[in-house]
């Protein structure tokens, strides 16, 4: 065959050999493929190997990079998928299949190791980001004539050379230390957690789960699913501990099929949810939800119109019914939210503009806490909760949803303090965490997190693809972060 390489804009980036190898301690590592057995093969330079496999689908081609003793690895099946996968020397993880023409066998990686190149025997040589927490877009780099100026017949790729490294990508990172068990539905399903720690038995602690789709989804410290309520569109959930004497857990969610607020106890003996009652709402569409511990409860509940109610809600009336004590109005749709009982404040995100700090002596003297920026805090704001600390006011932990990062923030000043991502745990077979919505936190001890426990929904279940889920991660890993 007259096989050519790439010609045009990847030409002027320069060419070299197409693979990689990984530093693994004092061996160096290189892969390849046992296309008759279905096998990945790491070659180490001390003339051992470990072979990965067989695995689940045919072996056509392979490409990966290579960085701190671990490689990602493309596998084209030719079939029309380029499978994903991690390793190191002893340990082989599944992430997604990119999707492409069943044809395509050749691909390539930049020295970033960010982006995937590959090569469509039909149209020409495309690209899409490595990340699989990142959206798997598909874009052409340069196409075959008359459409572009790729020559016909061309078979291989050079390696690109230059491209340089996406620093914005890179932040601090720590790693979910476990996950709950997958919602039932594909799409934007799961989206808040409510973390309540069992005073009783902190080993019965639970995490409560809204399912947008279905209901309330209630998970253990094991990530295994407890309990479903089979109740409607939940959107948010908030816990807290009451009683003086005899104490019992209490929840609140925003009930989207029935426009209300569901109420729930959490008997802490059992560690069984139940629906104790609920009331009515006006909203067009109940969104963020968060509460108060004490008696009376305070609920403050939003819409997708920027409109928050603040309710008081009486345990001891038998009818659970609430009343409405103001309404507190902003530009545009609000969701995460969390109140400082203590000081009186309540914090909340209005998705497309920023963190408000509303003083509830005086709401209409509210102020823009931290602004959408696109810099420390990217569209949508989502979850926010409070981290409670030994001394001083507590801050605020808020989603940056648009870029898939977390910012710890003080709320005397709005400086930020910190700002990190979620990656992937290779060792616990855990994936890193992307378009977080909803996220709780708790700084008591619990057992395997002695510091405290910080939970937020995963956008994009991968390592194996699945419904969403939520991510358990060790708030001790952040505060290493923050020294």
Known sequence: ?????????????????????????????????????????????????QEFGPLAHTLDG???????GRTQVFLSDGDGALHQYVADSSTLLYLRAVHANPDTEVCELDPSGEWLYFLDPATGLWRTPTSPELEPMLTPVELFAP????????????????????????????????????VRMHGDVADD????????????????????????????????????????????????????????????ASNRTHRRVDVFEIDLATAVVSLIGSWPLELGDPYGICMTGGEPIEVFVG???????????????????????????????????????????L????????????????????????????????????????VERGSGDPWLLASSQGD?????????????ELKFRIGLNLEAAVDGVSETDGIDLVTQPLPGYPRGL??????????????????????????????
Do not use: H
Request: proline share 5%.
């Open 1 to 49: 065959m007259n096989a050519r390489t790439i010609l045009g804009a990847l030409a002027a980036l320069g060419m070299q050999p197409a693979f990689a190898q990984a530093e693994a301690g004092a061996n160096t590592l290189r892969f390849s493929i046992d296309e008759d057995r279905a096998l990945l093969v790491a070659e180490r330079s001390d003339g051992t190997r």
């Open 62 to 68: 392979i490409c990966y990079f290579s960085e701190g």
């Open 147 to 182: 459409w572009g100026r790729l020559p016909a017949g061309t078979e291989t790729i050079a390696r690109p050379q230059g491209q340089l490294r996406d620093t914005d990508r890179y932040l601090p990172t720590v790693v979910a230390d476990a996950e709950t068990a997958a």
């Open 193 to 252: 957690p409510a973390v309540l720690v069992n005073p009783i038995d902190a080993a019965q602690s639970l995490i409560l789960g809204a399912d947008k789709a279905e209901g309330l989804r209630v998970y253990g410290l094991d990530g295994r699913e407890r309990q479903f309520l089979d109740i409607g569109r939940l959107n948010n959930v908030d816990v807290a501990i009451v009683g003086a004497g005899e104490r019992k857990g209490i929840a609140v």
């Open 303 to 345: 819409d997708t119109e920027g409109l928050v109610q603040r309710w008081r809600l009486d345990l001891r009336r038998p009818d659970l019914e609430a009343e409405l004590v103001e309404e507190i109005r902003f530009s545009s749709q609000t969701e995460g939210c969390d109140v400082d009982a203590t000081n009186g404040i």
């Open 347 to 386: 914090y909340v995100g209005e998705e497309d503009v920023g963190i408000w700090r509303v003083p509830l002596a005086a709401p209409a003297g509210k102020e823009l806490l931290v602004p959408v920026d696109g810099e420390n805090l990217t569209a949508d704001v989502e979850g926010i909760t409070m």
């Open 404 to 416: 898939d990062s977390y910012i710890v923030v003080d709320p005397g000043t709005g400086a930020i």
């Open 454 to 483: 910080l939970v937020v929904q995963d956008g994009r279940n991968v390592a194996p693809p699945a419904p969403q889920n939520f991510k358990l991660v060790s708030w001790a890993s952040v505060e290493s972060l923050m020294r």
